[in-house]
Structures are given as structure tokens and as C-alpha cells.
């Protein structure tokens, strides 16, 4: 069954219903046509009886003399289906006819029939409804049986059931082919929509699918689509700059590094030349390893899952241990670098080396960003219930603008007062992860030419049962391409 085609199975799926509803309708029409016949039927014996009564009645206030037998046999005489009336005293001897003038029936004698009572039978092969009731002939109790033959109302069951027998399979045949081509409408837009998907590929996302005009399930599929390939070709063109972007970088970087080697082997130069060759050297060695931190972090946030080793960290070890891995690059940039920590020890529940990387990102933007001669300090805090990271410094600052964008993908201010040449726009937004990952929020407050705040507001855990186990959370983070 699942192995067929949609349009295969709401062919059968209508043909099991129409089928299903036909054996219904047939059943029911059937029953309802037999009670009504029968009704009719028994309508007809009670007017027999009725006009039996009415007749004794009439013959005996006109005086007539006869015996209640040669009324009865009068009455049979002149009647239709005279032959099925039968009269019985309440012994169960004959009343009507006499015994021995026509066969016995068969039906019990011994029912008092004090209520009407109908049977059905079969008397010399005729289907009949027996009427069965005790009541009162000229004064005298009987037994009173009166059958109507059912052969009409049988031969007009069977030619019904015969018809419904017969329209049955060519109903059936034509729901079928009604289905089929019923399907292949409801179908068309389905079509249409995966003729233009397969010839959707990477090289024209701008394509989309045609969208139904009727408000139904497939127009809010093909909408849905649409927004999809929306999305995708949006992270795709941002990829792909991007990708041209780091491939334009790291190849520059690595002639430069090249050329400088090999320039360097080629001539004869003294120490302080050399040293000032692999300067260069190790200067484009520290971009290119950013770059590189860079697309590692992109990919890892883009497959949206993260392998995170949470443990207990100590948030006062962790921004000494980071201002110390960058503080030779602050020195050679003439700024002064300092951290303050409070009198305890400040506690977390993280994953060190993603909220090293988080810091290192803060500190190395805040030595880019300053000027020879300005400071650059780290702090440890608690306030709030929430322990504080600050990194602070006096650099060149951000307008209003530039804040609300700062932490965007791939986004890079234009700020022309900046020492160094531009980053590749990840830096920040991939901070911005690493915080959301663990629970924290990441700020900023800037003032150009003052200086920029980043706080990180961690929340503080209860540590009174602090397990120091370390352990492993998978968690699926993503950063929006949209």
C-alpha cells in the first residue's frame, strides 16, 4: 500500500468509501423498503378484520338469521384471499371452516393473541403474514387468523435487490474512474510544484515554486517552500562572500608570507633584518589563525550541534589566565592592559575553552580598537544574584548605529579611525553563541571616542551541592542566517 503513488491510493481510498457507502445506502434503502411493505401489509389485515366486524355487525341489525359459520363463509366468499382466514374457538377447535375442509396452518393454537399478533410463514410454499387476535365474533370468543400473501411485496424485494446487485459494480467501476481523474486534478499544483523544484539547485535559488490561487494545504505548502529557498539563498550568497572573503584573506596572508621567506633567504641581511622578516611572518600567522578560529566556530555553530563539557570554572582564573595570552599583543600595541578580581573565588557552571575563546574575542576587539596609549581592563564581579565579566576600554568607541548592529553576522563597521585592517565580521556574533549557550547575556554600552563596556551576566548556580563532575551536554544552538 505505502509503496504506491498518492494518486494511486486516494483513487482506492474513494473507491473504499464509495464502496463502503453503496453497501450501506443498498442495506438501508433494503431494510427501509421490506418494513414499509410489511406495514403496509399489516395495515391491509386490520382493515380486513375491521370490515369482518362491521359486517356482523350490519347483518345483525338487519335481523338476519343465518348462522355466524355461513356469515363467515360468506365473508371468505366475497373477500380477496378468502382462503387465508381462519377462525379458531378459544379450545382451539375449528370454528372457520370445518375441520377436515381445508389444511391446518400449522400456527399455534394455543396463542392467546390478546394483543395483535403478526407472523410470518409459509403456507403451500406462499410467503404469508398471519394476522393473529382474540376477539369477539356475534358474542362469541375466538381466535381469529387472517394472512395476506407476500409474493408481490417478495417479487418486488428481490427485483430491488437484483438492481442494487446490478448497479453495485458499474457504480464501483465509475467512482473508480471518477477517483482517478479527481486525483490527478487535486494533483496538478503538486506537479507543477515538483517540476520547478528539480530544477531548483544551488546556482539559482532565486527560483521559486509556483504558488495555487486556492486557499488550501498546498498553497500554505508551497508558501512554506518559498520562505524556505528564501532563507537558504540568503545563508547561501552570505556563505559564499564570505567564503570569498576568508579564501581572498588567507591567500594574501600566505603570499605574503612566501614572499617575505623567500626574499628573506635570497638576500644576505643581518639579525635585526631577519627579525623583523619573521615579525611580518608571524603577524600574518596570527591573522590567518584567527581567520581560521573564525571559519571553525562558523561551521561548528552553522551544524547547529555543539558538544559542551560543562564544568565547574572559576571565573577569576579564567580572565587572568586571558588577559596573560594577550597581554605581549597589548604591550607591542603600546596599551595598557590590567584586571580586577574580587576577594573570593566567583563560580560558574561552563565550558572553559568556549568561554575562553568568548573572552579572547572581547579582548582582542578591545586592543584593535584602541589607540597607543589607552587602557584596557578586565573585572571580575558579583551583582544581582549574577556574576559580572567587564571588559572595558578607552578606544575609538561606537555610534548608536554601529551598537545596534555590532553583534550581527558578517556584519563590519566602517570606522575609519580602527589601527588595524578590517575582521572578517564573526568575532562578536560568535561571542554572542557562546553566551546564549551557557545561559548568559552579552551587552554593550559605547560612547565614540570614549571607549566601549562588554559585560557578560552570568547566573549564579547554588553551590552548597555543587557537583564537580564534569559532564557533557549536546545542545543544538544555531546562529540565524536570516
Known sequence: MYSLSVRARLMLLYFTVTCAGLIFFGLMSYGALRYALLEGKKTHLEGRESRLHQLIRENKSMGVSSSLE???????????????????????????????????????????????????TKLDGIPVLVLCHQTNLNGIPVRLHIGGALDEEASMMHRYRDALLLLLPLVLILSSVGGYFLSRLALKPVDRMTRAALDIGVGNLSKRLPVPVAKDEIQDLALAWNQ?????????????????????????????????????????????????????????????????????????????????????????????????????????????????LPASKVHIDGDELLL??????????????????????????ISANKALVTVRDSGIGMSDEVRKKVFDRFYQADLRERKSSAGNGLGLSIGKWIADAHGADLTLESTPALGSVFQIH?????MANYNETPKTLKTELQLDLR
Open 70 to 120: 355461513e356469515q363467515l363463509n360468506n365473508y371468505a366468499l366475497v373477500t380477496h384471499e378468502g382462503n387465508l382466514f381462519r377462525v379458531h374457538n378459544l379450545d382451539g377447535s375449528y370454528l372457520f371452516p370445518a375441520k377436515g375442509v381445508a389444511k391446518d396452518w400449522t400456527l399455534s393454537k394455543q396463542d392467546e393473541c390478546v394483543e395483535r399478533k403478526f407472523t410470518e
Open 228 to 340: 524556505l529557498l528564501t532563507r537558504l539563498e540568503d545563508a547561501v550568497l552570505r556563505l559564499s562572500r564570505f567564503s570569498a572573503d576568508a579564501s581572498h584573506d588567507l591567500r594574501t596572508s600566505i603570499t605574503i608570507m612566501l614572499a617575505t621567506a623567500q626574499l628573506s633567504l635570497r638576500r644576505g641581511t643581518t639579525v635585526d633584518e631577519y627579525r623583523d622578516d619573521l615579525g611580518k611572518i608571524a603577524t600574518e600567522c596570527r591573522t590567518a589563525s584567527t581567520l581560521l578560529d573564525a571559519l571553525l566556530a562558523l561551521a561548528q555553530s552553522d551544524n547547529f550541534l555543539h558538544e559542551m563539557n560543562l564544568k565547574k570554572i572559576d571565573l577569576c582564573d579564567l580572565v587572568v589566565n586571558g588577559c596573560r595570552r594577550v597581554e605581549d599583543l597589548a604591550e607591542s600595541n603600546g596599551i595598557m592592559l590590567d584586571w580586577h
Open 458 to 462: 552570568f547566573p549564579l548556580k547554588n
Open 356 to 381: 575562553q575563546r568568548l573572552l579572547g574575542i572581547l579582548l582582542e576587539n578591545a586592543i584593535r580598537y584602541t589607540p597607543a596609549g589607552g587602557e584596557i581592563s578586565a573585572d571580575v564581579s
